[in-house]
């Protein structure tokens, strides 16, 4: 239940973009073929951008890129908190890295629901250039 509902979040939140668009750009009021395909192309590439690089970003996340500068922010807040709970919640950059890792964010839902997205958006901003 729990990993369907992941992209079909990630999809609705992608549609609602995509209408978003459409009517910001007035979708309704085009006025010939032309302009109607270029609303279409750039309604369904940006939800497709946002959803493709979302996931790219977990992606860089669950590689540990940014470990050296959440550690350094824990020590931060760890510095303002009482002795006793700084004794309590005492770990290495090597623990700190470690437990970090270990946690698995999905993330391929994101990309694919962004290639899905995408991937009509390309079509439409090629047709655009043939209409």
């Known amino acids: ?14 549609a609602a973009v995509c209408a978003a668009v459409l009517f910001g750009k007035g979708i309704l009021s ?4 032309r302009e109607t395909v270029r609303i279409l192309s750039d ?18 996340l669950r590689q540990g890129t940014f470990s050296g500068m959440g ?3 824990r020590k931060i ?8 709970y ?5 770990e290495s950059y090597s623990e700190y890295r470690e437990r970090r890792l270990s946690r698995k964010r999905p993330f391929l839902f ?8 995408l991937v009509p958006g390309i ?8 209409v």
Do not use: D, Q
């Open 86 to 90: 700084r004794e309590e919640h005492k």
């Open 77 to 84: 807040y760890l510095a303002l908190r009482s002795e006793k």
């Open 123 to 130: 079509a439409f901003a090629i047709a655009y250039f043939f």
């Open 43 to 60: 309604a369904f590439t940006v939800p497709g951008l946002l959803l493709l690089l979302c996931g790219l970003f977990v992606w860089i």
């Open 110 to 117: 994101l990309i694919i629901t962004g290639a899905a997205f």
């Open 30 to 33: 085009a006025e010939n073929a």
């Open 71 to 73: 550690y350094a922010f």
């Open 1 to 14: 239940m729990r990993s369907a509902l992941r992209p079909l979040i990630a999809a609705l939140s992608g």
